[in-house]
């Protein structure tokens, strides 16, 4: 069971980005799971950015996303995905992908980082002129 988030790279400030996480050995049922997209920038915690939970109709975003992040799935692929625009050097960090079991992880308010059991590895976002 394996999840991979892929799709990261140098972009400069301002640029976009689009991250995929795709699953192997199972079914990631999007309708079921909670998907979290998290990243930790080099010296720091990890932050969590944005999830969605189908089943409890939450999306969320961290305040330092807001409106330029935006997350969305494709049930055919079993694919998530995390467009980031605008973004900002701040926004440098490995990001991970991961699973929580439905009515867990992500909320209106938060995500619950210990509640996610799949983690993918992750892709490097560099943003730098």
């Known amino acids: 069971v394996q999840l991979q988030a892929f799709g990261g790279g140098l972009v400069q400030p301002g640029g976009s980005l689009i991250l995929s996480c795709a699953a192997s050995?199972?079914?990631?049922?999007?309708?079921?799971?909670?998907i979290g997209w998290f990243r930790q920038a080099p010296g720091k915690e990890r932050e969590g950015v944005s999830c969605?939970?189908?089943?409890?109709?939450?999306?969320y975003y961290s305040d330092s996303v807001k409106g330029r992040f935006a997350i969305s799935r494709d049930n055919d692929q079993n694919t998530v995905y995390l467009q980031m625009n605008s973004l900002k050097p701040e926004d440098t960090a490995v990001y991970y992908c991961?699973?929580?079991?439905?009515?867990?992880?992500?909320?209106?308010?938060?995500?619950?980082?210990?509640?996610?059991?799949?983690w993918g590895q992750g892709t490097l976002v560099t943003v730098s002129s």
């Open positions: 991961a699973t929580a079991d439905s009515g867990y992880g992500c909320y209106a308010d938060h995500m619950g980082a210990a509640e996610y059991h799949y």
């Open positions: 969605f939970a189908v089943k409890a109709g939450i999306t």
């Open positions: 050995g199972f079914t990631l049922d999007l309708d079921y799971y909670a």
